[in-house]
């Protein structure tokens, strides 16, 4: 049974940085495109960015140039840093394996807490 572990979370001022991390257990982590995804309160879960075996990266729109998606395969790690955080980045961040429906994926780790806020 794969299992996330996310951590990095806090509460920051607006143009702050954040870096997030993402243990990933019980799977060949290696062979799986990943991605980070993100729900604020109200509103639907949405892809961030995604990563794949090949270190190809993808964004959404409304973090491409702010945020960078990585991955350490030797860690089993996927990492997200985050600069120039906004409010509108107030969210739980989750990782998991990049799907473009994410409702498809049915195992979901904790998450972790991200409040941009003066």
């Known amino acids: 049974q794969v299992q996330f572990e996310e951590s990095g979370g806090s509460q920051v001022q607006p143009g702050g940085s954040l870096r997030l991390s993402c243990v990933v257990s019980g799977t060949i982590f290696s062979f799986y495109p990943m991605a980070w995804y993100r729900q604020a309160p109200g509103k639907q879960r949405e892809l961030v960015a995604s990563i794949r075996s090949d270190l190809q990266t993808d964004y959404a729109d409304s973090v491409k140039g702010r945020f960078a998606i990585s991955r350490t395969n030797s860690r089993d790690t996927l990492y997200l840093r985050m600069d120039r955080l906004e409010p509108e980045d107030t969210a739980v961040y989750y990782c998991?394996?990049?799907?473009?429906?994410?409702?498809?994926?049915?195992?979901w780790g904790p998450g972790t807490q991200v409040t941009v806020s003066s």
């Open positions: 998991n394996y990049y799907r473009a429906d994410s409702n498809s994926l049915d195992s």
